[in-house]
């Protein structure tokens, strides 16, 4: 058990594992159902990559606007609303699994996802001593990778052979279940603000902060990089093989996530940047792998090395719940939320854009050498000691 016994037996972190466990399932098989509903209405990777930049939408707009409220609301009662209004979401676009209801539910989705985080991180830092993040971050990873396995399989099994509105509705009442569990976490002091925010505070936050503002393109690229499998795997590869390629990084990041957690190697700048390296140069290898012998146990391998690299995020995680004061503790969280999500849609679109224009490989090469040059000049930045060592 090592670092991880402590950490579940936290009364907050193992009741925030809990309802991850329940909700996350749900979500994946949910998404899964919504990316598949999109490419069969387009027939391209482009209306599955349209899911991902739909649920960017009002990431901003709840990390500038609703995140002023939100930082003084109760951290019990909003995580179980937020859970609700998920389930409310999934079960009107179950009645109506057309591409716009998928579009619409994906973007409201965004923002209750959006803020749920936030709020999560927030409760973290305020209630969890500072030796159990970090495990609990690395067990909240594994749930979150092992959830996209199970419900990325699930969700296109059950939509493939049952139908979308079967998928939209385990997710509606994952919600529900996740709900539950998270009514039964223990009332925390909330740290009310001596003046209410502005909306961009929390991007004001991160660029005073050193380490949070090197640190903050870490998580863009990599949440990048691991929407590539599921966004390209259509295109990539035979129907037969799609559920397994989109599978392949999220079974590879359970691992990653596993080892990370009993280590110390994100707990620092240098050695997140260099984790940043390892995508960067999987990503690059995974192209020219991929060129050379397009397959799918091609793609599976690459993508499970994809999800094996992409760990750098806990560390980002981390540094962002360790560095953030209370009284803005889910606002600047929600900041690094929905710009990660914003990007990342917009890569999906991008990516999708240049595999459908291109190819495959071609989208895997290019993020490999975004990610590749971003890790190199920050570890520069690094070695020149103009950031901080510690994450």
């Not at 707009?61 to 999934?90: C, E, F, K, Q």
């Not at 569990?181 to 740290?191: A, G, I, M």
């Not at 004001?204 to 090197?214: F, N």
Request: glycine content about 10%.
């Amino acid at each position: 058990m090592s670092r991880y016994g402590p950490a579940l037996r936290s009364p907050i972190g193992a009741r925030l594992l809990a309802s991850q466990s329940i909700s996350e399932l749900g979500d994946f098989i949910g998404i899964t159902a919504l990316v598949l509903l999109a490419y069969a209405d387009t027939g391209s990777a482009l209306g599955a990559a349209a899911v991902y930049g739909a649920n960017a939408l009002l990431k901003v707009a709840t990390a500038t606007w609703g995140s002023t409220v939100l930082d003084g609301l109760p951290r019990r009662a909003a995580l179980a609303g937020l859970s609700l209004g998920g389930a409310a979401i999934m079960a009107t676009v179950a009645l109506f699994p057309t591409l716009v209801a998928a579009l619409i539910a994906a973007a409201l989705l965004g923002a209750c996802r959006t803020a749920f985080l936030g709020i999560q991180s927030a409760l973290l830092g305020e209630s969890v001593t500072s030796e159990l993040r970090g495990p609990l971050l690395a067990l909240g990873g594994t749930i979150n990778q092992a959830a996209q396995v199970a419900g990325i399989l699930g969700g296109a099994a059950v939509t493939l052979t049952v139908g979308v509105r079967t998928a939209l509705l385990i997710d509606a009442v994952t919600f529900v279940l996740a709900a539950l569990v998270l009514f039964s976490l223990p009332v925390t002091p909330r740290h009310a603000a001596s003046a209410r925010p502005r909306p961009l505070d929390g991007v004001r936050a991160v660029l005073r902060e050193p380490t949070l503002r090197v640190l903050a393109p870490v998580a863009w690229m990599c949440m990048v990089a691991s929407l590539l499998p599921e966004t390209l795997a259509a295109d990539a590869v035979s129907p037969v093989w799609v559920p397994a390629v989109m599978a392949a990084s999220p079974f590879g990041g359970v691992v990653g996530c596993l080892i990370a957690g009993r280590t110390t190697v994100l707990d620092s700048v240098p050695g997140i940047f260099r984790a940043q390296t390892l995508l960067g140069t999987v990503l690059i290898g995974g192209a020219l792998v991929g060129w050379l012998a397009p397959s799918g146990p091609t793609f599976v391998a690459v993508n499970f090395c994809i999800g094996l690299a992409a760990v750098a995020m806990l560390g980002v995680q981390g540094a962002f719940i360790r560095h953030s004061p209370a009284v803005q503790a889910v606002q600047i969280n929600i900041t690094m939320v929905a710009s990660v999500g914003v990007l990342e849609g917009v890569g999906a679109v991008l990516a999708g854009a240049v595999a459908a224009i291109l190819s495959v490989p071609v989208a895997y090469l290019l993020v490999g050498l975004l990610v590749l040059v971003m890790s190199l000049s920050a570890l520069r930045t690094v070695a020149t000691a103009r950031v901080p060592q510690p994450a």
